[in-house]
């Protein structure tokens, strides 16, 4: 099952994750809101659509946009909806 880690805590781990570019987008009910700290950027992707970003905050320590997903995203993209992906030193595996 694919889990998703930062800073010694699991963030999100489920075996209903979607691969889009080399990426797990998890869904949004497996992911640990406790972690989570909404962002104000935001990216475009040319297919994808436009993702927003939150931060992680575990044990005190921040991981800034350390997390996207796309609320809304273009229709090639629909099956990624309010899914979680991760970088910036989360480990997923």
């Given at each position: 099952?694919p ?9 999100a ?5 979607v691969?889009?570019?080399g990426n797990h ?11 989570l700290?909404?962002s104000?950027?935001t ?11 939150v931060?992680?905050v ?10 996207w997903?796309y609320p809304?995203?273009k229709?090639?993209a629909?099956?990624?909806?309010d899914?979680f ?5 989360v480990?997923?595996?």
């Amino acid at each position: 099952m694919p889990k998703a880690t930062w800073n010694g805590q699991t963030i999100a781990d489920s075996d209903d994750t979607v691969v889009v570019e080399g990426n797990h987008y998890f869904p949004r009910d497996s992911v640990k809101a406790d972690y989570l700290r909404e962002s104000s950027t935001t990216s475009m992707c040319p297919w994808k659509g436009t993702a927003s970003y939150v931060s992680l905050v575990v044990d005190g320590e921040e991981n800034t946009d350390a997390a996207w997903y796309y609320p809304e995203p273009k229709p090639a993209a629909a099956e990624i909806t309010d899914r979680f992906a991760f970088w910036k030193g989360v480990q997923v595996a």
